[in-house]
């Protein structure tokens, strides 16, 4: 099969007859085998009856139902399992991704040979509520991530080549970075496509102000784990040792200190008169908690079940 298409849905039921015929009739023109697979956050207001009935008269239409909402991140990380296609599409339900952007999505994976190709929508018919806060959080995203060459990090439409999907784990809400997961499991040819943005036609976001916030804390949680979920004990122990020295050196300069003031019979204050005891205490005490925090998280890593597993490109 050419190209899964995989589109989470919360509450779309106005979008879906449109998105599906259209992805049909772009897929036609193209000659393309595929699939739609239509994931269904938990909907209410009647998108899976919609997804049965449209099933009916497209048998390439698929369907996925949660009991509950999970969130984009689980839609898509489930929609990924489910998947057929040598190229893997992903888009948005609410009709703001053109299925147009298709064919030359799918050329940048089979011809250009990309892992990965995200979308980025240079124009866009957002308020700037929503602008400004999205080019900031790109900004830092790729200061952290090292992926120089994307603009928009969250837009829904991306391409994958298969062996991409089926090597990571999208969870949380890890959606807005799949590109840095994809770069570390060792995909690291990843493109950008100029596409067309539309305005909502249906409905309302689903998204709040609070996703910035909590999307600068799950980049903060994927740089950490990518870059030292196998070996924790190099992060806390660096940390742990640096505090612990700095507050042994700081006692012991304050004990000399005392010691030849009073060998010399000057006059000296109590250890515990200087503000900087206390300080080389906290210090000391820190260094210690996060030694030991690097040591029990190196504990729970060599003993997890997926502590050799490792991506493999190859084998002859």
């Known amino acids: 099969m050419d190209i899964s298409v995989v589109v989470p849905l919360y509450d779309e039921v106005e979008s879906l007859p449109e998105l599906t ?3 049909s009739k772009v897929m036609a023109e193209n000659r393309y085998s595929y699939e739609i697979i239509l994931v269904d956050d938990g909907s209410k ?5 919609m997804i049965l009935k ?3 008269g497209n ?10 909402n999970y969130g984009k991140s689980a839609a898509l990380n489930t929609g990924f399992e489910a ?8 888009m948005d339900a609410d009709l703001q991704d053109s299925p147009d952007e298709i064919p ?4 940048r994976i089979t011809e250009d040979k990309y892992d990965l190709v995200s979308g980025w929508k240079a124009k866009r018919y957002d308020p700037l509520s929503k602008t400004i806060p999205t080019k900031l959080f790109n900004a830092a995203t790729r200061k952290m991530s090292g992926i120089d060459n994307l603009h928009d990090f969250n837009c829904g439409l991306k391409a994958y080549r298969k062996a991409v999907i089926k090597n990571i784990e999208v969870y949380g809400e890890m959606h807005r970075y799949i590109p840095v997961l994809a770069k570390w499991a060792g995909f690291t040819k990843i493109g950008e496509q100029v596409v067309e943005h539309r305005a909502r036609k249906y409905g309302k976001t689903k ?3 609070s996703r910035f916030v909590n999307g600068f804390l799950d980049l903060l949680s994927i740089f950490f784990v990518g870059k030292f979920g196998k070996r924790p004990m ?3 122990g660096m940390m742990g040792t640096i505090s612990f020295l700095t507050g042994f050196i700081m006692a012991i300069w304050i004990s000399s200190e005392k010691l030849y003031l009073i060998a010399h019979g000057l006059h000296y204050r109590d250890i515990t008169d200087n503000p900087l005891f206390y300080i080389a205490i906290v210090a000391i005490i820190l260094g210690s908690q996060l030694f030991l925090t690097g040591f029990v998280a190196e504990l729970v890593s060599r003993n997890a079940p997926e502590r050799n597993k490792y991506q493999i490109e190859d084998t002859v």
Not at 45 to 49: A, I, V
Not at 83 to 90: E, H, M, N, S
């Open 54 to 56: 449209l099933k009916e």
């Open 83 to 90: 998947t057929k296609g040598d190229v893997v599409i992903t």
């Open 104 to 107: 030359g999505l799918y050329r």
């Open 234 to 236: 190099h992060f806390f």
């Open 45 to 49: 207001d009647g998108s899976w009856e």
């Open 21 to 23: 015929s259209w992805i």
């Open 59 to 68: 048998p390439h239409i698929r369907g996925i139902k949660f009991r509950r």
């Open 207 to 209: 998204f709040g102000m």
